[in-house]
């Protein structure tokens, strides 16, 4: 279990996360015509926005990421779902503040969960209970 | 795999309705779950580079939507119409849309 001290630097954690126009009350009645507009762009139209230089660098693929890229794309061939909804719609899916703090491949596999889960093909506490059993054998390591 | 069972075209296989060299103005839609116009380019004007393929459109196989196919178009930008602040006056920018993305501008 969870320690509550644990749970109380969660719980910051989780509040850090915050529009950075925050807000006291979280369920605003009304927005502005340009924070709706701001609201509904889509995560990965990136232009025009500032941003600072970032070191470039050429990172190899770890293992996770090459077999998350082979579940993908097997999930493709078996029709599952096709690259739009995958690489991008899903992905987007994941909201601004995930998105823009997830690995790259760390947004593949979680919109390959979802849509496994949104089609049908295995219920949530399949993948719930999964995850867990992952873990825990982690973890016994 | 679904671009095979796609036969059927939202303009019922017409002639693409731009030429390379025409001016275009990018639609300013709302956005709403998916797309891939960028917000930067609503309602620029630009000039037709390519005409390139027809393929499904993003909103539609976005969602697995068996909307039909429909003509892709470069469109070349001035950077400066983009950018205001952008230095040079002879860069430019080349991006690509769906033909109902695009609107017709007169001379």
Not at chain 1, 44 to 49: A, K, R
Not at chain 2, 67 to 96: A, C, H, M, N, S
């Amino acid at each position: 279990m969870t320690s509550r001290p644990e749970l109380r630097r969660q719980y910051d954690l989780i509040e850090s996360f915050q529009p950075a126009l925050h807000v006291a009350q979280n369920w605003n009645y009304e927005n502005s015509g340009p924070l709706y507009r701001a609201f509904m762009h889509p995560p990965h139209d990136v232009g025009g926005q500032h941003d600072v230089p970032v070191y470039y660098e050429e990172k190899e693929e770890e293992q996770w990421e090459l077999n998350t890229y082979v579940t993908c794309e097997v999930l493709g061939w078996r029709g599952v779902w096709n690259s739009e909804e995958r690489r991008r719609r899903a992905d987007n899916d994941l909201g601004y503040t995930l998105y823009l703090g997830m690995p790259y491949y760390g947004r593949w596999i979680w919109a390959a969960a979802r849509m496994m889960v949104d089609k049908k093909h295995i219920s949530l506490n399949e993948l719930i209970d999964k995850i867990a059993e992952v873990r825990s054998r982690h973890e016994k390591r | 795999m679904k671009k095979d069972k796609v036969a059927k075209s939202q303009n019922g296989g017409a002639r693409a309705r731009f030429k390379v060299g025409d001016r275009v103005q990018v639609r300013d839609m709302p956005n709403i779950f998916y797309t891939r116009t960028q917000n930067y380019v609503r309602g620029v004007v630009g000039t037709i580079a390519e005409c390139t393929y027809r393929d499904l459109i993003p909103e539609d196989e976005a969602f697995n939507f068996d909307g039909g196919l429909e003509q892709y178009y470069i469109v070349r930008f001035r950077q400066k119409d983009l950018w205001e602040e952008y230095p040079f006056e002879r860069d430019t920018l080349q991006t690509e849309f769906p033909e109902h993305w695009l609107e017709p501008v007169g001379h």
